[in-house]
């Protein structure tokens, strides 16, 4: 059974680096075609893609995002970070983990499996 | 970017209607499309992958078709459990991008 759950503070002030790690359970990202992928909701509005991790460490990012994004897996811990840099009021939101979705072997960017979400509000 | 335009935003309906939900892409995603439902303050599920393909364990209520850039959700008979959101998303090029959502209610 494949699970996760974000975990980091809920408030953070301007400018400053917000840092979440995804812990996650039922699967291991050493198993070639895995990926688990950050998507975040501001509130009241639309899902928006960040960023995903393959089990080869290989990385996408948001491109609108990219020079703000970080991402690192620890897979004795069985977690995923990300790190955004120099927090603003419009990147308050519910930040999502999610598995991405393999089919007939084949890795895809579809989410199948989702972490609760953690509410991050951005306020001096 | 590719953007995900869904309609309508809002459908107001029934228990036992037939929603349908469009959603239209800026540029030809073949089939790389998926269907997510949210529920308040919970996480979106998957329903629908390639466009047309029903996640395991969702009802057969749901189903979805289309191609290239233009597609569709279909419940075919509301339940009380399916007033949600949904959002639609494509997986074919970088960067993912999802589509602004539609909010059936009743």
């Known amino acids: 059974q494949i699970t996760l759950k974000e975990s980091g503070p809920t408030v953070v002030k301007p400018t400053q680096t917000l840092t979440l790690t995804c812990t996650f359970s039922g699967f291991s990202l050493t198993t070639t075609g895995v990926g688990v992928g950050w998507i975040r909701q501001p509130p009241g509005k639309a899902l928006e893609w960040l960023a995903f991790i393959y089990w080869d460490d290989d990385k996408r990012f948001s491109p609108s995002l990219k020079s703000k994004l970080s991402i690192s897996k620890d897979t004795s811990k069985n977690q995923v970070v990300l790190t955004l840099t120099n927090m603003d009021p419009v990147d308050t939101a519910t930040y999502f983990c999610?598995?991405?979705?393999?089919?007939?072997?084949?890795?895809?960017?579809?989410?199948?499996?989702w972490g609760p979400g953690t509410p991050v509000t951005v306020s001096s | 970017d590719i953007q995900m335009t869904q309609s309508p935003s809002s459908v107001s309906a029934s228990v036992g209607d037939r929603v349908t939900i469009t959603c239209q892409a800026s540029q030809d995603i073949r089939s790389w499309l998926a269907w997510y439902q949210q529920k308040p303050g919970k996480a979106p599920k998957l329903l629908i992958y390639?466009?047309?393909t029903l996640q395991s364990g969702v009802p057969s209520r749901f189903s979805a078709s289309g191609s290239g850039t233009d597609f569709s959700l279909t419940i075919s008979s509301l339940q009380p459990e399916d007033f949600a959101a949904y959002y639609c998303?494509?997986?074919?090029?970088?960067?993912?991008?999802f589509g602004g959502g539609t909010t059936v209610d009743i």
């Open positions: 999610a598995h991405l979705g393999v089919i007939r072997g084949a890795v895809t960017h579809y989410f199948d499996y």
């Open positions: 998303q494509q997986a074919d090029r970088f960067p993912l991008t």
């Open positions: 390639g466009a047309s």
